[in-house]
């Protein structure tokens, strides 16, 4: 998703652009600019398709030197991904460039041509630039233009604007485009991610929504949403540079797989008392809160949805609580009936996602008892935004597919179902402490599940040839299924449809021949045998089946049919071992397909847009 970097310093800043695009590569993006205002008093800029390394390129060929300057990475939304939709935009002596969409561009357009000015490309943003222009006519100070400017944008921004006529300044405006200040010694920074700027500083004054920011070399100003002069709090970091290297992997993604074992148990840590769930985890007002909860609405998107889908299974059947669970995109737009006492659960790993907080937004309106957010990042808009938090302590996620996010979202959600039976009575306290006792052993079983990675490697090379791929999953595993679906088409860009085992009849079963493996996890639980028989509708067709199965399920390699033992694990956690060789063989089978792992095509880190 689109990156925004902003220096005004003392000295050249070109290279402080340039590493902090670097450091936002990871949210994926497709083209990459930069502009400067020079020490030879003109204002430049070079943009470039494809990765930050063809800028860098570019401009070690013609560097760009001077002390004032805003970079970017987009992720196109209006206008193909080429040089002359990249940002910065021009106009004039105005140089801006912008996360979000603004959604009455058509209209402001037709206006700004009316009155003269020709559009070089097709973003939204560079109406944002002509408009800036006009107003500065009668204005003529940027900040006081930029005021005026936001009142006519509809949408969501995060802005970044200088102006050759005032090089003393840079300024920036928030209203659901995440932006935050870097604080130096004589020089200050801005960006859309407080990564881009580590390098730089470790103190971070964040931009709330509505704000709009003067930032010069040895000031700062910061006005709100009605234009009221504000003091934002100064964060400071001291947890040094975040491990942001490989390591002895070769792809951000396979360290993060490996590192559930240790980010499970920190997720863990504090929240178990010997035999209980630590209620007060969710903050000072949760066992209050919770004791009247009767429903449970849970919105998120993509794997932070396939979490919420495992939690609606756990929070009925362990806690007796009816669940429902959506895609944020589709419950932020619909006409919701809200049961009364629903809890409002949103699910995400950077907290920063545009349609899960619109969602937030709206269920503040629509009478939901209280919200929750699980997020991995404590100092997001939705944490920000929500009565109540559980951070998952994942740590920073790179790799574009998410893995780490999603098991400690899980356990996450486990501890919240666990809280709920017990703040309500429903929860037998012998289940709820068996359940502590496994939560406990869960890292070492994760452990053991990654062990399996050569034998998933081998497997893979099954996959490699192929288009199509089905996985099948019943219960509580069917989201598991989904989650193996997703991330196998996100990286290897080999089709993957999920189903529940038991519609394979209703469908599906009629695309299985032996070009279309079939993969499905079979815990050891109830539904096994019919699972069973699933599979036996597959062998039946030729299907080839990939089975990952607990080692007490009695299933076998046969023809046709690869089996992978699974240590047995108790039931309810299934879902959380059973992700890790599914996790891994989409990386694998990625790996053979020679894809770029970490950044998939198309594909964003944090989709801070609609
Ligand atoms: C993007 C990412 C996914 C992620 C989804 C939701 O699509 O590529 O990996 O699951 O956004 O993000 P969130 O940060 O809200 O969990």
């Known amino acids: 998703m689109c990156g925004i970097v902003g220096a005004v310093a003392e000295r050249n800043i070109t290279a402080i652009l340039l590493e902090g695009l670097k450091r936002l ?82 209209a402001l357009r037709e206006q700004l041509k009316a009155l003269g000015y020709v559009f070089t490309s097709d973003t939204d943003t560079e109406v944002i630039a002509h408009l800036l222009t006009h107003k500065l006519k009668d204005l003529h100070d940027l900040t006081v233009a930029l005021k005026a400017t936001v009142k006519e944008l509809h949408g969501a921004y995060g802005l970044a604007v200088i102006n050759a006529r005032q090089p003393d300044r840079l300024v920036a405006a928030r209203s659901g485009s995440p932006l935050v200040i870097g604080l130096g010694l004589g020089e200050n920074f801005l960006a859309s991610d407080q990564l881009a700027l580590r390098q730089v500083t470790d103190r971070f004054m964040y931009l709330e929504e509505g704000d709009i920011a003067e930032i010069r070399r040895d000031n700062v100003q910061i006005w709100d949403v009605s234009g009221n002069p504000v003091e934002r709090q100064t964060v400071q970091y001291s947890d040094g540079a975040e491990a942001a290297d490989k390591g002895e992997f070769r792809h951000y993604m396979l360290k993060e797989i490996h590192e559930q074992p240790t980010v499970v148990q920190r997720t863990l840590e504090g929240r178990l008392s010997n035999d209980q769930v630590l209620v007060q985890a969710f903050g000072p007002q949760a066992a ?201 088409k996100e990286i290897s860009y080999i089709h993957a449809e999920a189903y529940p085992a038991g519609e394979l009849k209703h469908g599906p079963l009629a695309l299985v021949d032996n070009d279309m493996p079939v993969v499905t996890v079979a815990p050891n639980n109830e539904l096994l045998e019919k699972l069973k028989s699933n599979l036996q509708e597959v062998r039946a067709r030729g299907g080839e089946l990939i089975v990952f199965a607990d080692e007490k399920a009695g299933m076998t390699n046969g023809e046709g049919t690869h089996v992978v033992q699974m240590p047995h694990i108790h039931d309810i956690l299934s879902p959380i071992l059973y992700t890790i060789p599914l996790q891994l063989l989409s990386y694998y089978v990625a790996v053979l397909k020679g894809t770029d792992v970490d950044q998939p095509r198309n594909l964003a880190k944090s989709v801070t847009v609609e």
Request: with cysteine; net charge negative; hydrophobic share 45%.
């Open 25 to 106: 590569e990871y949210r994926g993006y497709d083209s990459a600019g930069v502009a400067v205002f020079t020490n030879d008093g003109t204002l430049e800029r070079t943009r470039r398709v494809g990765k930050v390394s063809e800028l860098d390129a570019a401009l070690a060929e013609h560097p760009l030197v001077g002390r004032l300057g805003i970079a970017h990475t987009r992720w196109a939304t209006h206008g193909a991904p080429n040089e002359r939709n990249a940002h910065p935009h021009f106009s004039g002596d105005i140089a801006v460039v912008h996360n979000g969409i603004i959604e009455n561009h058509e």
């Open 288 to 488: 209050e809160l919770f004791a009247k909860v009767r429903n449970v609405q849970i919105v998120a998107c993509g794997t932070s949805y396939h979490a919420g889908m495992v939690a609606r299974y756990w929070l009925e059947e362990l806690a007796g609580i009816p669940c429902q669970v959506e895609v944020a995109s589709e419950f932020r737009y619909r006409k919701v009936v809200v049961q009364p006492d629903t809890l409002f659960v949103t699910i995400s790993q950077s907290g920063e996602t545009a349609d899960t907080l619109a969602a937030l937004r709206n269920a503040k309106e629509l009478g939901f008892l209280a919200s929750l957010a699980i997020c991995n990042v404590g100092i997001s808009s939705l944490v920000r935004e929500s009565d109540l938090t559980l951070l998952t302590q994942a740590g920073r996620e790179i790799g574009v597919a998410s893995t780490k996010a999603f098991t400690t979202q899980l356990v996450g959600l486990l501890l919240l179902t666990l809280s709920l039976g017990q703040v309500r009575g429903t929860l037998a306290k012998g289940v709820e402490a068996r359940l502590v006792e496994e939560l406990r052993r869960l890292p070492t079983r994760l452990g053991e599940a990654l062990a399996m990675d050569s034998t998933v490697e081998k497997i893979a090379e099954l996959f490699a040839e192929k288009n199509h791929t089905l996985f099948l999953g019943r219960g509580a595993q069917f989201p598991v299924a989904m989650e193996g679906a997703l991330k196998l």
